[in-house]
């Protein structure tokens, strides 16, 4: 009953076909971020974001625990008992104080133990009668309370307290934050930090769409009447067939947003600072200020407050004025002088407080909008400062100044995690530094490009430089002092920071205590790649060779080695699959590694041990790494690998590492299961032949019957050897086959955890997660039989009675190349192909078997992972909408972007290819824009900053104008005098000419694009121009212009833009607005809230909806606690919990969550992401649950513009969002304008899911309907008939849906005989017939929300107590049998007669 996806295990990266169409794009970031806001309601802010308090009601504590035992998906390990306990302990029940602040009325505030007193000091700063005090401090009974005391260790503080808030004097500290408070409140509705990407602000629009609060609007509209007054007719460029784009759209303006002026002028006086003898008067700083009223004044800041001075703009006179109107806050001073403040300033605050919390709390992480309109730049005293004070490396909030990162990341990560609340505030420190440093990151990375950092080595050429901004060091990806000759140069200097990222994340995932990592951020800006690192401390003090005492600094060429980083390493070769080996140093000697050579061991002078370097934490992907007589496996050879790559640094992604290791334990078990049975075979005869031995050439990857290899099980951490004492059960030879295969049967009714093989114990030593071990058990036949055999061959004492089942293990071992001869165990060794390392003779065995592996590996990635893609696309479990959402979906199947090529290649082949068709034109326009990135990259280096926006409007100009002779304009030297400029030397990094870039023409930039193809991805694109290539790919100019400026930071001035002219060029150098970074960083995740999302998800596929909800509500709470109130898996926590409320029949919470969850993709993911358009749908689905049509209709309509600019009219997904709008349309009697969109949606699905697709049945229904509706009972019939064939031949006669199209075809065809009657009648008998009144039927809203639910993959059943309990036990039943293998997955097609039984879609 859960969308499609919501039951797939989110971030497992080799997680099933995570159905992108729910769970667009980014919503799997790495997972599926998720939450809601512990916000508290008085005030509506973000403060508590930062609050350990989880408000829940301590009543489900317990029943959660206990159903997450039962839920036999072995999630409640050991570990998860203690948090029962734990669970309960956060949730203190908050209790209500009473606050008295000066001149106001006392007013109640609910607050929870675990807050600090700090917390009530936000709320106050941003609630709306005290919003303009700052410098305040609470006492109660005339005690001032520290403010970093939790409220719970307070003395006397109870239900019902008195705090009193009593001002305090200012300090210059004081006196600067409470002026920045006030900008940041004249600013509050102002969206230009938005547009600029500054301070984690990020656009909405939602509420443009809803008028406000949703929870509002529907109470205050009367529903009777509300059909009359909707007007329903879209905007025409969303009609279907509409072939305009417009861009403007995109941001609809904001009517709050032309905000209400309160002052002309707030800034910094000239006078600053104070002279030694008015500082000894309390004078801290002056203000200088101009009023709407044109009145200029100058003010003083002193210890006691603001007052007016009698100072002017050129005479200093710091005395008083008369009156001086002291007063302790700013609003309060400038309220009395300017009657416009002081009423405009109280309307602004209202508008404030009356914005969704959501639309105004910081995101984690910036997000950049590549529109913006034009924004008019405004005096602002406080941007002013930063830019050239605190923004320089040191935050004024902090003691100390400085932040010494290293230590930060480092001190979080040794916090202790024994129970929940421990987990939990570790958590939340290591996302809060994670996400500041990334930030510090970017902000140094931009300053070192734009040239605002002295360089460490100023002496060398600019490439080579290296920065220290802020305690981060910065490095540019180039290839300095020829390090990475060998490896392919710049391309491989390029490269490698990511691949080290990914190093970082994957050490960093695993968290084995006592390694540490350095924060590791990348930024790509303009045209330059920079690595912002934290500093190991000591290191810049030593030379390279003395501090690193483990790995080489010259790729293995000397090699050293220390135990304790053995050891340490040792921990996180299982879940790494990284496999111990010797090398040899320049000596000859062997020394022992853990990981590659590359990786550097350096221990700080802060006694950690670090570890760096991790570009080579997985192996190399030999499908790009052409070796000298190195014969890969026929399936890569087949699609013609190995192929030249520009660098030697490809590896295997850590999900096809996943993905290849359970692929191979499945094998494991097949074969272990094949020579028991033989075994058996062989009893009695006493033949004793051989088991099947391993033969020289092992199994290759395509034929090993199973394509479905996305699934995770689990291996078993040992599979160590066990009596076979099944194996005397039969007597003869010839059944005994047949019999084992019975005997497996029969044992797999009843859940089969005899062994320590319970498929969800652990993969590799990582926690896998409840839901997968079933599914790997649907898409495997005969596995169950495999697996009790296996079973056996496991004892509990490990000792072998049987050395013919000790063979039966070595065999089975030998065959899928485990490193163990005892167990399964398959790792990797990353150093197999890497020059200049050398391996002992003695290893040149295993040597021969891992390069056996790589090959096997790189094979598997061809003829599984690419196949079983375009099959998940094929049946829409996968569905991509856009460059982002397509690359996600490649990488969740270990498949890397340089693929992509073959992966077209592979889909132009497929028979199928018709229904691939969305798939293959986001792919080449991927494909396209990464190309053009590449040379985008290139270009923007030899470009000086004052010729930045001219350079890159020309490009666009080349990249998508028709206008076939596009010639840059040159900028007019405005400040430079001929004379000199010839003289000034260019410090651009790698600049050389700095007018190359004017020389680009359009044809020689699609020439450069289409080598760069075949180069890169080994593609062909014979296109010499853009609007060839739309023609031939069916691509939309206005998409290609969203992918290139999202992928390369470029913002544009939103307006209409025409690139068809071939008379004028598209963009001028005014339309290009700026350049942000591209930023990479890790995102730390919140394992516990994970936890408890899944058990949810579970319960809810196991038809438990009210456990699952509070599973989930808790895993929102634990979420808040860890993220803040801002993330992506927030998003889906919200998602899923309105669509639990709405199947709950809970409309109003369905949609107040939905809402959130709308608010928050728009500002976390972007607001066209497509994540954003798959919530803007569910939320307009439940507004109209909720009688909110008007509304319903506006969501739809700008969720269609937004699909069309993002990946136009011909998807899959259109299909849907059209039967929404039709079914909405036909609700208030718009049957024309229905009708488009349902003929649409009809067409669209018949060429994506076929002719014969139960959906194309449903479309014909739902058009017949309206057909009905408009009493043309011709074509309704037509329609309903081909729907009916579609039933009877897909489902039988017998089936329900069949007899329901029956039935109606029945009442179509008396209609449509009592109208043919009628019009008879008045033929015969002119005027003066007697008619019979025809019933015309408007459809019921009732009607319309069923037909909506259904095709939203919604059913309800009216149940029974009693049917509610045979389902549930059915739904165990079913359970169980599917842990056993026993239930083939079912189609697609055959997906709709399920959910007609079971609520599971």
């Given at each position: 009953?859960v969308s ?7 971030s497992v ?8 169409a ?8 790495d997972?599926k971020?998720s939450?809601?806001t ?10 508590s ?9 301590g ?9 997450s035992?039962?839920d ?14 734990e ?5 203190d029940t908050?209790f209500?104080v ?9 007013f ?5 133990p675990?807050e ?13 009668d ?45 006196a600067r ?5 006030i ?17 984690c602000?990020?656009?909405s629009?939602l509420?443009?769409?809803t ?16 059909l009359?007054q909707?007007?329903c007719?879209?905007?025409e460029?969303?009609?279907?067939g509409?072939?305009?784009?417009p861009l ?15 002052l002309?002028v707030?800034?910094?006086s000239?006078?600053n600072?104070?002279p ?5 008067h ?9 009023t709407?009223?044109e ?6 800041a ?22 001086s109107?002291l ?25 404030r ?10 995101t984690?992480?910036?997000?950049y ?7 008019d ?24 100044q400085?932040?010494?990162w ?21 958590e ?8 500041d440093?990334a930030a ?9 490009i734009d040239?605002?950092?002295m ?17 981060i060091?910065?490095?540019?990806g180039?290839?300095?002092r ?21 190093g ?6 695993v968290?084995v205590e006592?390694?540490?990592t ?23 003090e030593?030379e ?21 980083y ?12 990284v ?15 853990c ?9 700080g ?6 570890i ?5 934490t997985?192996?190399?992907?030999l499908n ?11 399936e ?14 490809a590896?295997?992604r ?15 078990m ?9 075994q ?39 599979v160590?050897?066990?009596?076979a ?27 089969a955890t ?20 079933k ?40 065959a ?8 399964f ?10 020059p200049?390392?050398r ?5 040149a ?7 056996q ?11 599984c992972?690419v196949p ?6 094929l049946?829409?479990?996968?569905l ?27 889909v ?9 068709e969305?798939f ?15 040379i ?11 010729a ?10 080349c ?17 430079v ?17 700095n ?9 020689e930039?699609w ?15 014979q ?7 739309v ?12 992918e ?6 470029i913002?544009i001035?939103?307006?209409?833009y ?13 339309d290009?607005?700026?350049?942000f ?13 994970f936890?408890f ?24 709470n634990l979420?808040n ?19 639990l409320n ?7 919470e ?10 928050m ?26 009688g ?13 513009y ?22 909405v ?19 669209i ?9 139960l ?22 019939l037509?329609h ?6 579609i ?6 006669e ?58 939203n ?26 842990e ?22």
């Amino acid at each position: 009953m859960v969308s499609k996806t919501d039951d797939i295990p989110a971030s497992v990266p080799s997680c099933n076909p995570v159905d992108l169409a729910d769970e667009a794009g980014d919503g799997a970031q790495d997972s599926k971020e998720s939450s809601k806001t512990s916000l508290k309601e008085s005030c509506g802010c973000g403060h508590s974001a930062d609050t350990a308090m989880v408000n829940g009601d301590g009543a489900h504590g317990h029943t959660e625990e206990a159903e997450s035992k039962q839920d036999g998906n072995g999630e409640a390990d050991g570990g998860e008992d203690s948090n029962e306990q734990e669970v309960i302990v956060i949730q203190d029940t908050g209790f209500t104080v009473k606050i008295q602040a000066p001149g106001t009325e006392p007013f109640d505030l609910q607050v929870s133990p675990q807050e600090m007193v700090q917390e009530i000091h936000q709320v106050l700063m941003d609630r709306e009668d005290t919003c303009h005090r700052t410098c305040f401090s609470l006492q109660l009974d005339g005690n001032v309370l520290d403010n970093f005391a939790e409220l719970k260790s307070i003395e006397g503080l109870q239900e019902g307290s008195l705090l009193k808030v009593v001002e305090e004097p200012y300090t210059v500290r004081e006196a600067r934050i409470h002026v920045r408070h006030i900008r940041d409140l004249l600013k509050s509705l102002d969206p230009s930090d938005a547009y600029n990407g500054v301070d984690c602000n990020s656009l909405s629009f939602l509420s443009i769409f809803t008028d406000g609060d949703l929870g509002d609007s529907g109470k205050r509209k009367k529903k009777g009447n509300e059909l009359e007054q909707i007007d329903c007719t879209p905007p025409e460029h969303i009609l279907p067939g509409s072939k305009e784009r417009p861009l403007v759209p995109l941001q609809p303006q904001n009517k709050d947003w032309k905000p209400m002026q309160c002052l002309k002028v707030l800034t910094m006086s000239g006078w600053n600072p104070p002279p030694g003898n008015r500082k000894m008067h309390g004078d801290l700083m002056y203000l200088y200020i101009v009023t709407v009223e044109e009145r200029h004044v100058s003010l003083t800041a002193s210890t006691r407050g603001f007052y007016l001075n009698q100072s002017t703009t050129y005479t200093f006179n710091p005395k008083p004025a008369n009156p001086s109107f002291l007063s302790h806050s700013l609003v309060e001073l400038l309220s009395q002088i300017s009657p416009a403040f002081k009423k405009n300033f109280t309307a602004l605050q209202k508008k404030r407080v009356q914005r969704h919390p959501f639309e105004r709390i910081a995101t984690p992480f910036q997000v950049y909008s590549w529109t913006a309109p034009q924004v008019d730049h405004a005096m602002d005293c406080v941007r002013a400062e930063d830019a050239y004070t605190s923004r320089l490396g040191y935050e004024e909030h902090i003691p100390g100044q400085t932040r010494d990162w290293n230590e930060e990341l480092q001190t979080t990560r040794e916090l202790p995690r024994k129970n929940l609340p421990e987990r939990l505030l570790r958590e939340r420190a290591i996302f809060k530094v994670h996400s500041d440093f990334a930030a510090a990151a970017t902000r140094g990375a931009m300053a070192v490009i734009d040239g605002n950092v002295m360089a460490i080595n100023p002496g060398e050429e600019t490439r080579m430089q290296m920065f220290i901004w802020n305690n981060i060091f910065f490095s540019l990806g180039f290839d300095v002092r020829d390090h990475y000759r060998e490896l392919g140069g710049d391309a491989a200097a390029h490269a490698a920071p990511t691949n080290d990222l990914n190093g970082v994340r994957a050490y960093g995932a695993v968290d084995v205590e006592g390694l540490y990592t350095l924060g590791t951020v990348v930024v790509d800006y303009r045209g330059y790649r920079v690595t912002a690192q934290s500093i190991i401390p000591g290191i810049l003090e030593r030379e390279q060779e003395q501090s690193v005492i483990y790995g080489s600094i010259d790729f293995g060429k000397t090699v050293v080695s220390h135990s304790k980083y053995l050891e340490l390493l040792e921990k996180t070769s299982r879940p790494l699959k990284v496999q111990r080996h010797n090398v040899l140093n320049e000596k000859d000697d062997k020394v022992e590694l853990c990981s590659s050579v590359e990786c550097k061991g350096i221990i700080g002078n802060d006694g950690r041990h670090y570890i760096l370097d991790l570009l080579r934490t997985f192996p190399p992907d030999l499908n790009f790494l052409p070796v000298e007589g190195e014969e890969l496996p026929p399936e890569s050879q087949r699609q013609g690998f190995p192929r030249q790559h520009r660098h030697r640094l490809a590896c295997l992604r850590q999900e096809l590492i996943e993905a290849f290791v359970e692929h191979r334990y499945l094998l494991f078990m097949k074969m272990a299961a094949l020579q028991l049975m033989q075994q058996k075979a062989n009893k009695d005869t006493k033949t004793d032949t051989p088991a099947i031995t391993e033969t020289s050439d092992t199994p290759s990857e395509s034929n090993a019957d199973t394509t479905q290899t996305q699934t995770a099980a689990s291996d078993p951490p040992t599979v160590t050897e066990v009596p076979a004492d099944s194996t005397n059960q039969t007597d003869s030879n010839t059944s005994a086959a047949t019999e084992a295969v019975k005997e497996g049967e029969e044992n797999s009714a009843k859940p089969a955890t005899n062994g320590p093989l319970d498929l969800t114990t652990t993969q590799n030593g990582e926690c896998k997660n409840p839901l997968e071990g079933k599914e790997l058990e649907e898409s495997i036949p005969g596995l169950a039989q495999a697996k009790e055999l296996a079973e056996t061959l496991v004892g509990e004492d490990g000792s072998c009675i049987d050395p013919k089942s000790r063979e039966v293990v070595l065999n089975a071992c030998k065959a899928v190349g485990s490193i163990s001869n005892t167990s399964f165990d398959i790792r990797f060794n990353p150093d197999i192909f890497s020059p200049g390392v050398r391996f002992p003779d003695d290893c040149a065995d295993d040597v021969q078997k891992q390069k056996q592996l790589l090959k096997d590996a790189a094979a598997f990635l061809v003829s599984c992972q690419v196949p079983s893609l375009v099959k998940d696309c094929l049946d829409h479990s996968a569905l991509p909408m856009d460059g982002a959402t397509l690359t996600e979906a490649l990488r969740q199947r270990g498949i890397n972007i340089r693929y992509l090529g073959s992966v077209l290649e592979f889909v132009d082949k497929t028979p199928a290819k018709a229904q691939l068709e969305h798939f293959y034109r986001i792919g080449i326009s991927e494909l396209i824009t990464r190309c053009a990135k590449h040379i985008f990259k290139t270009y923007l280096q030899g470009v000086e900053l004052s010729a930045l926006s001219a350079a890159v409007s020309h490009f666009l100009n080349c990249f998508l104008s028709s206008f076939p002779d596009a010639v840059a304009h040159l900028p007019p030297d405005e400040l430079v005098s001929r004379r000199k400029s010839r003289k000034r030397r260019n410090r651009v990094p790698g600049g050389g000419d700095n007018t190359a870039w004017a020389s680009l023409t359009p044809s020689e930039l699609w020439k450069n694009i289409a080598s760069e193809a075949q180069s890169y991805y080994h593609f062909t694109i014979q296109c010499d121009g853009v609007d060839q290539v739309v023609e031939k790919y069916g691509l939309q100019k206005i998409t290609l212009l969203r992918e290139i400026s999202v992928k390369t930071g470029i913002q544009i001035l939103i307006k209409e833009y025409n690139f068809d002219s071939r008379h004028k060029p598209a963009f001028t150098e005014e339309d290009i607005l700026n350049i942000f970074p591209v930023v990479k960083h890790v995102n730390p995740k919140a394992s516990d809230a994970f936890h408890f999302f899944q058990s949810g998800q579970a319960k809810v596929q196991q038809g438990f909806l009210k456990e699952g909800c509070e599973l989930i509500n808790e895993a929102l709470n634990l979420f808040n606690n860890v993220y803040g109130a801002m993330h992506v898996e927030i998003c889906a926590c919200l998602r899923l919990l309105a669509r639990l409320n709405y199947i709950m029949g809970d409309h109003p919470e369905a949609l107040s969550n939905q809402q959130k969850a709308v608010l928050m993709s728009e500002r976390v993911l972007g607001i066209e992401h497509p994540n954003t358009i798959q919530e803007y749908m569910h939320l307009a689905l439940y507004c109209f649950a909720n009688g909110q049509l008007s509304t319903a209709l506006k969501l739809l309509y700008r969720a269609r513009y937004l699909m069309l600019m993002v990946t136009g009219e011909d998807h899959p997904e259109m299909a849907l969002l059209d039967s929404n709008i039709g079914l909405v349309l036909h609700g208030v009697m718009e049957y024309d304008l229905s009708l488009r969109f349902l003929e649409n949606a009809l067409t669209i699905n018949t060429k994506y899911h076929g002719p014969r697709s139960l959906k194309v049945a449903l479309s014909h229904h739902l058009v017949a309907r309206v057909y009905e509706s408009k009493a043309e009972f011709r074509s309704a019939l037509q329609h309903e008939k081909e729907g009916y064939t579609i039933y009877k031949n897909q489902m039988g006669e017998g089936h329900e849906k069949t007899k329901e199209s029956s039935e109606y075809l029945k009442y179509l065809t008396q209609q449509a005989v009592a109208l043919q009657r009628t019009m008879n009648e008045i033929y015969k008998n002119g005027s003066n017939a007697s008619i019979m009144p025809l019933k015309f039927t408007a459809p019921s809203m009732a009607s319309v929300l069923e037909q909506l639910n259904i095709i939203n993959g919604i059913i309800f059943i009216p149940l029974s107590q009693k049917d509610l309990e045979n389902l549930k036990a059915e739904v165990q039943r079913r359970q169980q049998l599917q842990e056993l293998g026993k239930i083939e997955e079912t189609t697609e097609d055959s997906r709709l007669e399920l959910e007609d039984k079971i609520p599971i879609d």
